[in-house]
């Protein structure tokens, strides 16, 4: 929560911004900080890159809307309901600068909502597919292999409650789901 209160601080100070907003699904804080801890204790500190270990545990649902007005999505995610997913194995990004060591997601329920935010708001695809999956740390490129197929995780089920709309200015706006019995 500090580096992101950082960076809107940051944000409005020097009027930064990045390039798109996004949308977020928070990860349970019990679930996310057993996340954080095996990160810390399996991925060794030296072999971090500059964004590091992930403080912000999540699904990312959507990256690159354009503007920073979440209230039209507001309705989209409220009637959507809550998702469900299942963690899986730990595998990995390469990018060329870096290695991205990941927990891979399953939830057809996540893949269905991107696809509807997708279509009725302007967005600019900065991946060619949507591959649901929660960040664990960024390291050197070439030491990641290390880390493909744990199963610490695997089968762990995830209730998803909320979305999170972070604008290109950094704000945040949380956008809960009808609750299921509602």
Same mark, same amino acid.
């Given at each position: 929560?500090?580096?992101?209160?950082?960076?809107?601080?940051?944000?409005?100070?020097?009027?930064?911004?990045?390039?798109?907003?996004?949308?977020?699904?928070?990860?349970?804080?019990?679930?996310?900080?057993?996340?954080?801890?095996?990160? #810390?204790?399996?991925?060794?500190?030296?072999?971090? /890159?500059?964004?590091?270990? @992930?403080?912000?545990? !999540?699904? +990312? =649902?959507? $990256?690159?809307?354009?503007?920073?007005?979440?209230?039209?999505?507001?309705?989209?995610?409220?009637?959507?309901?809550?998702?469900?997913?299942?963690?899986?194995?730990?595998?990995?990004?390469?990018?060329?600068?870096?290695?991205?060591?990941?927990?891979?997601?399953?939830?057809?329920?996540?893949?269905?909502?991107? #696809?509807?935010?997708?279509?009725?708001?302007?967005? /600019?695809?900065?991946?060619? @597919?949507?591959?649901? !999956?929660? +960040? =664990?740390? $960024?390291?050197?490129?070439?030491?990641?292999?290390?880390?493909?197929?744990?199963?610490?995780?695997?089968?762990?089920?995830?209730?998803?409650?909320?979305?999170?709309?972070?604008?290109?200015?950094?704000?945040?706006?949380?956008?809960?789901?009808?609750?299921?019995?509602?």
């Amino acid at each position: 929560m500090l580096q992101i209160t950082l960076k809107i601080a940051k944000s409005f100070l020097l009027r930064q911004s990045r390039d798109f907003s996004c949308l977020t699904c928070p990860f349970p804080w019990d679930l996310a900080g057993a996340i954080r801890q095996w990160a #810390k204790t399996n991925i060794p500190e030296k072999i971090l /890159t500059g964004d590091g270990y @992930e403080q912000d545990i !999540h699904v +990312t =649902l959507l $990256y690159g809307l354009h503007g920073h007005d979440p209230i039209e999505i507001r309705q989209i995610i409220w009637d959507f309901g809550p998702i469900e997913a299942t963690l899986g194995k730990i595998s990995l990004f390469e990018n060329g600068k870096e290695d991205v060591v990941k927990i891979e997601v399953e939830s057809p329920s996540l893949v269905e909502l991107n #696809k509807i935010i997708s279509d009725k708001f302007e967005n /600019t695809k900065t991946h060619s @597919e949507y591959i649901p !999956h929660t +960040t =664990l740390a $960024y390291i050197k490129p070439g030491l990641g292999m290390r880390y493909i197929g744990d199963d610490t995780f695997a089968g762990r089920k995830v209730l998803l409650t909320e979305v999170v709309y972070s604008g290109n200015d950094y704000r945040e706006t949380r956008l809960p789901f009808k609750p299921q019995n509602s």
